[in-house]
């Protein structure tokens, strides 16, 4: 019975992104994009569903793989993943390219302000990360910190091959901001918010997005974040800023992993307390030089 259970949980989490997207397919066209920038993004829902379908089906065929012992969870994650976001993003920029003849910019992959995007994106995830490190500070929880780290993947990375790290690592920093922000903000905002609007896109597509993830103790924080970077998105009309925050936390949980590690095989004499208040210290520093150089940026642009 147990089983069963487990097998049903675990399949209905897999169709759940689908299932939510069809769902979107009820409503009707009724909301205006509300900007000169999204009206470009002609694609339709059917569109989006379609690399959903994808997505649905290279993630049933992995967890068949590993069920049946042909290949391991670590390459799971690894190769996995880096075959998924190469499938993802052939998907999504052929579509744009050729049924509409689009450029990427179009997806809000341009650097038109590129500047100010990126010190954006830098001062969110210097904000994030310090109420992160501060939080189990303040509630004198150290151990929500191995929340972030999921303690499962740090087991997985630390008996891997260094050349398989190294792909982990392109996966996680580089592939995964670009392609995810890509999917989960460029591609579907703009269908979504045609339908249900943008707070209602901002919740579900965000929703979606932590779904996807195999990390549930962090499901919560993931859909917090993806409000934000529609937000980001919205206000900006560019990934950039979402895709440094992006890149930014999952730099900030690689840095906890190897922590973690080295914690473990006792190479490393920092308890997690002071972990945390380095953390804290950096991003509280980094915070209010961010917040300088943007305030000089602004006067130095209005007063020109």
């Known amino acids: 019975m147990v089983d069963h259970t487990h097998w049903a949980i675990s399949h209905l989490r897999l169709l759940s992104p689908l299932l939510l997207t069809l769902a979107v397919g009820i409503a009707k066209d009724k909301y205006d994009l509300g900007s000169t920038f999204f009206p470009i993004q002609r694609w339709k829902l059917s569109d989006v569903i379609l690399v959903q379908i994808l997505i649905f089906l290279i993630q049933y065929t992995n967890t068949k793989l590993i069920s049946n012992g042909i290949i391991t969870l670590a ?3 690894i190769y996995g993943a880096l075959f998924l976001y190469l499938v993802i993003a052939a998907s999504v920029y052929g579509i744009i390219r050729i049924k509409y003849r689009l450029t990427i910019s179009a997806l809000g992959i341009h650097f038109r302000g590129s500047v100010g995007n990126i010190l954006l994106g830098l001062k969110t995830w210097s904000i994030f990360e310090l109420f992160f490190f501060l939080l189990p500070l303040i509630i004198g929880k150290h151990e929500l910190i191995y929340n972030r780290a999921q303690k499962s993947i740090v087991l997985i990375v630390s008996d891997i091959p260094g050349h398989q790290v190294a792909l982990y690592i392109l996966g996680a920093v ?3 901001p670009i392609v995810e922000e890509s999917l989960f903000r ?3 905002y703009s269908p979504f918010r045609r339908r249900i609007g943008h707070k209602s896109t901002a919740v579900l597509s965000s929703l979606i997005w932590s779904l996807g ?3 549930v103790g962090f499901s ?3 859909v917090v974040l993806g409000i934000i970077f529609i937000y980001l998105y919205a206000k900006t009309g560019s990934l950039l800023p979402s895709i440094v925050v992006h890149a930014g936390i999952s730099f900030t949980g690689l ?3 190897l922590y973690l590690i080295a914690y473990q095989r006792n190479s490393i004499f920092i308890e997690t307390k002071g972990f945390i208040m380095w953390g804290a210290f ?3 520093a980094a915070s209010i030089v961010l917040f ?3 305030r000089q940026k602004h006067q130095k642009r209005t007063s020109g």
Do not use: M, N, T
Request: aromatic share 24%.
């Open 255 to 257: 840095l906890i992993f």
């Open 75 to 77: 390459e799971a994650y």
């Open 186 to 188: 460029g591609f579907i």
């Open 292 to 294: 300088i150089i943007s």
């Open 213 to 215: 993830h195999y990390d």
């Open 282 to 284: 950096f991003f509280l």
């Open 220 to 222: 919560g924080g993931l």
């Open 174 to 176: 580089v592939l995964a």
